[in-house]
């Protein structure tokens, strides 16, 4: 059984300038998010927040704890925020999109309020009230001893990651700081309605925006595909059309892809990868297929999603490139991807 998480975060949702900052910070002095007074003063904030950035910063996989209890910068962390990083101040859509995904990606420690929420909630509306009696139930199940309080407040945290924050009249704030993600609308307010208790009072009514999304391009789309594969299936030769679409952790539960959308892109797939990976398609059965998954560097398959806005400056001077690695990326994407192949070339150089 998984290892949920329902803290760490403080209350607080990830905010725009959190993740350079902290990534700033580990390289300076990777023990900062061990000594606590050194990060308040380093970082400006108070032992709450700091808590809080420690906490986003690892979700989101930019760093990880090392054994003495130190910090370092992930090779994603690197690729992402470094020198000449692929997207340093979080400006690219995709790369918004990319944080969504690496915030579902934990398979044995997931954040609980959006493994169930984005996985496993079946009712077409969101709001509050039904939501937290959910996850009442849910954690006594799971013989979790937590709170009301704690739940609201994981709850609140996942809602303003996707939601602007608004004021008690209920319009939008112009000054508040915002979680990046909210720009992806991924959640929306659709209404209110009475509350239950007959007081007259109402909430807001939330849905996931399922529809095709275009800024979720073909190269990000593979990207997931092979981290899922990775992490979910990784000793599956095949992965069927439910596991791209519907299943837990899919790209189509991830995003809210409608089927219809997964299977055109999953058409495509062939081409859009140049043949790395292949969707087949019978009466009997719907697979897509990888031969040299094992080969495959991922550091390639990110720098793809953003190579046709700049193939020039993406290497971080600080990264460590493993020379079999890089073999790696000239044998097979050389092959399938030759104007990443040639970009790795020169970055290595």
């Not at 608004?166 to 992806?184: A, F, M, T």
């Not at 209110?192 to 007259?200: V, Y």
């Not at 791209?244 to 189509?252: F, K, P, W, Y």
């Not at 058409?267 to 040299?292: H, M, T, W």
Request: with cysteine; glycine share 6%; aromatic share 10%.
């Amino acid at each position: 059984m998984p290892n949920y998480k329902f803290s760490g975060h403080e209350t607080f949702p990830c905010r725009y300038a959190w993740l350079p900052k902290a990534f700033g910070a580990i390289k300076r002095e990777p023990k900062i998010f061990s000594e606590e007074e050194l990060a308040i003063v380093e970082l400006g904030v108070g032992k709450n927040m700091v808590r809080a950035i420690r906490f986003w910063v690892q979700v989101t996989g930019v760093a990880e704890q090392k054994m003495d209890g130190g910090y370092k910068i992930t090779p994603f962390g690197n690729l992402l925020l470094g020198r000449r990083g692929l997207d340093r101040f979080l400006e690219d859509r995709r790369t918004l999109w990319l944080l969504h995904w690496k915030l579902l990606s934990h398979v044995q420690d997931p954040l609980f309020a959006w493994d169930y929420l984005i996985n496993r909630w079946a009712q077409p509306e969101i709001s509050r009230s039904e939501v937290i009696r959910t996850f009442e139930q849910e954690t006594r199940r799971l013989d979790r001893k937590l709170s009301r309080v704690t739940l609201e407040q994981h709850f609140d945290v996942f809602l303003h990651t996707y939601t602007p924050t608004r004021s008690r009249k209920g319009e939008i704030q112009e000054d508040n700081l915002d979680c990046p993600l909210v720009e992806l609308e991924l959640i929306e307010r659709i209404g209110d309605r009475p509350l239950a208790d007959g007081g007259g009072r109402h909430e807001p009514v939330y849905a996931f925006r399922r529809e095709p999304k275009p800024d979720i391009t073909p190269e990000l789309f593979i990207y997931c595909l092979y981290d899922y594969w990775q992490k979910r299936r990784a000793n599956e030769a095949t992965l069927t059309f439910r596991d791209v679409s519907i299943l837990h952790g899919s790209i189509g539960q991830v995003f809210k892809l409608p089927e219809m959308d997964v299977r055109e892109r999953l058409e495509r797939l062939a081409a859009d990868s140049n043949g790395l990976f292949v969707y087949k398609e019978s009466a009997a059965l719907q697979s897509v297929i990888c031969p040299d998954r094992q080969n495959i560097s991922e550091r390639g398959l990110l720098r793809a999603i953003y190579l046709q806005e700049d193939t020039d400056d993406f290497a971080d001077d600080d990264e460590e490139v493993d020379a079999q690695e890089f073999q790696n990326i000239e044998n097979v994407r050389t092959l399938q991807f030759p104007l990443l192949a040639r970009h790795e070339r020169v970055a290595h150089d």
